[in-house]
């Protein structure tokens, strides 16, 4: 009898303290979360600075067709393209 006693709280502490660490987990989840979602943001914003400069540069070079650097309508097409294959 004794022995079950002691193995049902052995088996509630591991629940409890199973619950307790999931809390906590879950707790620094929504803060880590908050933190991705800005560096997300701020990466989609560097990548676009990069498009934007890399256009205007190479829109000086002598005989590049200032077309195909519309990065946007570029993809476009391309996915235009593979969808007729």
Same mark, same amino acid.
């Given at each position: 009898?004794k022995?079950?006693? +002691?193995? &049902?709280i =052995?088996?509630?502490? &591991?629940?409890?303290? +199973? ?6 987990v879950?707790?620094?989840n $929504? ?6 979602? *800005?560096?997300?943001r /701020?990466?989609?914003?560097?990548? @676009? =600075? ?6 205007? @540069? *190479?829109? $000086? ?6 077309? /195909?650097l519309?990065?946007?309508? !570029? @993809? +476009?097409? /391309?996915?235009?393209? !593979? &969808? +007729?294959q």
């Open positions: 009898m022995t079950r006693a +002691a193995l &049902g =052995a088996l509630s502490c &591991g629940v409890l303290l +199973a619950s307790l660490l999931t809390s906590f879950q707790c620094d $929504h803060a880590r979360a908050q933190l991705l979602a *800005t560096r997300q /701020e990466w989609e914003m560097l990548s @676009a =600075a990069n498009a934007q400069m890399r256009a205007v @540069a *190479t829109s $000086h070079v002598f005989g590049v067709d200032n077309r /195909e519309d990065v946007v309508s !570029k @993809a +476009a097409r /391309e996915r235009r393209g !593979k &969808g +007729a």
